[in-house]
Every structure is written in C-alpha cells, then in structure tokens.
C-alpha cells in the first residue's frame, strides 16, 4: 500500500459518511463523487470501505433491484453520525494547527 494511499483511506471514509447522511449512497456514486475531489478509487477500493463501514456499525445498507441488478444503498446509522461529528472536529483540530 502506497503512502499517498494510506494518507488518504481515513479522508476518504469521512467522505463518504459525510455524504451517506445526506443522502442514500452508492458505491459507482460515491467512486464518481470522490473523482470529482480528485481522489481515484477504484471499485477494488471502494466496495471493501463500504463493507467495513457497515461491519462497523456506521452504515446500514438495502438491496434495491435497480433494471434488473441488485444495487447497494448505504445509509449513515446513529453510530456513524456521532463518529462524524468526532471526525469535523478534529479535522477542524487538524487544519487549524497545519495551516498555521
């Protein structure tokens, strides 16, 4: 595993919880929506943290057929809430010491 990689696993799950409580997520979704910010994930990637994310009690998940392939949606649990709002702050923490 990379550095940059390693670096960049723990903004990447913050990412997606951020966006599973705003709204039903998706694996293809959520791969388009961090290339958008720059990251390139691939599925290899995506799908293992989204599995982690839901062995870990931060997610919740259903099944929905969607034409005819089943799609995962993934929506943010009380437990991923509150590790959200730990992660902003100190992220908050974090890029007030670093952009000193």
Do not use: W
């Amino acid at each position: 595993m990379t550095l940059n990689r390693k670096f960049f696993l723990g903004f990447i799950r913050i990412h997606i919880l951020y966006h599973a409580s705003k709204e039903d997520i998706y694996g293809v979704q959520m791969i388009q929506e961090l290339k958008n910010h720059g990251y390139d994930v691939s599925p290899g990637t995506m799908y293992p943290i989204l599995h982690s994310l839901e062995g870990e009690g931060f997610l919740k998940c259903r099944k929905v057929n969607v034409q005819g392939k089943i799609r995962k949606y993934y929506k943010i649990t009380s437990k991923g809430q509150k590790i959200l709002k730990e992660s902003r702050q100190k992220t908050v923490e974090l890029i007030n010491e670093v952009m000193k």
